[in-house]
Every structure is written in structure tokens, then in C-alpha cells.
């Protein structure tokens, strides 16, 4: 399967949140520790990543329940499953085997959908690599702006672990999302080209950052402009938008990238903005309406959903952009 004729003759979708659907099923702290950790010293409940090995079933029943909904690509559940983040609940070492596992969970989920609904469209799994709870280009100690909680070497190290584990479950390409500080996301590029070097092998890598507010700017200051910039060396698939905003709000910003980027673009918003709650209240069929309008614009290669988003709001999406045509790559002049 070649991700990249795909997507040169249609929109491709994206899932919708994983996170927003482990919460309906309402899962105590013994459901994440499942038999194997009932005994581990610290608390679990919130460990998403870990429902790999404890609660399996239901990750790949998210899954199933997106990829019946319309989604082209589904995202291993592994946002925070490197070592950096697995050191809140002290499981560094059980890093690796999570992201096997969730990649091998996603790839059994696209085979029995398959096989169960006779719908044999390309699906592809994305392996998530997620920007970690601790940033390179930002101090944690506002008294000391020099310091930094981690080094580079250890970000791309615990990066390259994840990314080695993604390929050995099976995902067919790499996506490193959410990002908000791109010094993070250079050391997730390193890991993935250490990864292709070592194995031999190649897999097409999609970039998504975040726009954090009206100011088009990502947490760690960039422009739009300066991050694609800043990470175009790495030759991606595409490149992209997701998370902080709704689709309203991420509309000037996905316009913006659209007329930039050499390679194929990607957007999947939140489900609106947060109430007073916290909660996204977006109905499906809105957030389809805000996709169209990229879509018939000609902005977007990859839509989807990000915070918020359910199986509902990814069918709608599919709905209405599954008659529309890609944005065209854009024909890149030599310099004489």
C-alpha cells in the first residue's frame, strides 16, 4: 500500500480522539492495573498508553469503531508512551513494549474490520509519537531560564526507542503531533532517521504542530512559517495542524500552511474550545461543516479529529469531504 497515491487521488481522514473515548467507558484504577500491576506501587488510573497491555479489547475497539466510521488512518494509542513520560508513573522500562503492543493492537484492529465489514480501502496506522511532559527549549523554573529538565540526547534517545518499537508492532508510518516546542520534534526527526539508518528501512513520516492561541504562534514562539521551516529538512509525508483550537479558530492557520507547504498539508481540530468544564461541545455535524469549507478551499490533503472528537464527528468529516478533491502539490520551481 503507497499512503502517497492515496492520498493524490482523495482526502485521506484521520481519527478522532482516543483519550475522549476511553473516558466513556469509565475505567477505575483497578481497570488499568489490570492482574499484572494490581500490585504496583504508585497510581495508574490515567495511564492511557498502558490500556495496551491491561485493557487491550478496548483499544482496539476504538479502533474499530473510528475505522467504521470513515477514518483512512488510525493513530496507535501511545501519545505519552516514551520513557520521558512513562517516568510519572515509573515505568520507563515498560516503554518499549507498549509501543509494540499498541501498534500490533491497531494493525489487528484495520485486518478484523476488514474482514468483518468486506471494506478493503487502503487503512494505514500512524504510529503517535506525542511531545513528551518535559520541553528543550523552555525552563520549568521561572528564577532559572537556562535550565533545562532534560537534554536533547535524552529526548532523541527515548524518542528513538519508541520509534524502533512503532516499526517492529507493524505501523506503517510515523506521525510526531502536538508539537509545541520543535526543538522536541527535531529530536523525534533524529530518532526516526537514526531508526532508518540502523535498519535500512523507511517509513513516511507526517509532522503536526499546535497553534497555541490567536497570535499564530506555537508554545515555544514560533511562527507558523518558522516551524515549517524548521522542520522541512526532514522531508515529510505532510505537514500539519492539530490540537489548542477548534476548527473555527485553526481555519486562518491551515489557509496559511496550505499556501506554504511543498508536501501534503493535514488538519484535525479539537472539538471547538473547552467550556468552563473543560468539555468540548462541538456537534459533529459543525465541526464537518468547518472541514468542508478547507476542503472545498483546497487546504487540506488529511482531516480529522483531535481533543474532543468521537466516531461521530469522524463519519461526518468522511461525509463531507469523501466527493471533494485534494489539495494539489504545489509545483516547486529549480533555482537556476
Known sequence: MDIRKELEQRILVIDGAMGTMIQRHKLTEEDYRGERFKDW??????????????????????????????????????????????????????????????ARIAKEAVQEYQQESGDNTPRFVAGAIGPMNKTLSLSPDVNNPGFRAMSFDEAADAYYQQVKALAEGGADLFLIETIFDTLNAKAAIFAVKKWERESGRKLPVMISGTITDASGRTLSGQTLEAFYTSVMHARPLSIGLNCALGAQEMRPHVEELSSIAACFTSAYPNAGLPNAMGEYDEAPEDTGHYIEDWAKQGFVNIVGGCCGTTPDHIKHIADHVKTLKPRPLPVVEAVV
Open 41 to 102: 506501587p504508585s497510581d495508574l488510573k490515567g495511564n492511557n498508553d498502558l490500556l495496551c497491555l491491561t485493557q487491550p479489547e478496548i483499544i482496539k475497539g476504538i479502533h474499530k469503531q473510528y475505522l467504521a466510521a470513515g477514518a483512512d488512518i488510525i493513530e496507535t494509542n501511545t501519545f505519552n508512551a516514551q520513557r520521558i513520560s512513562m517516568a510519572d508513573y515509573h515505568m520507563e522500562d515498560l516503554a518499549y513494549e507498549i509501543n509494540v503492543a499498541a
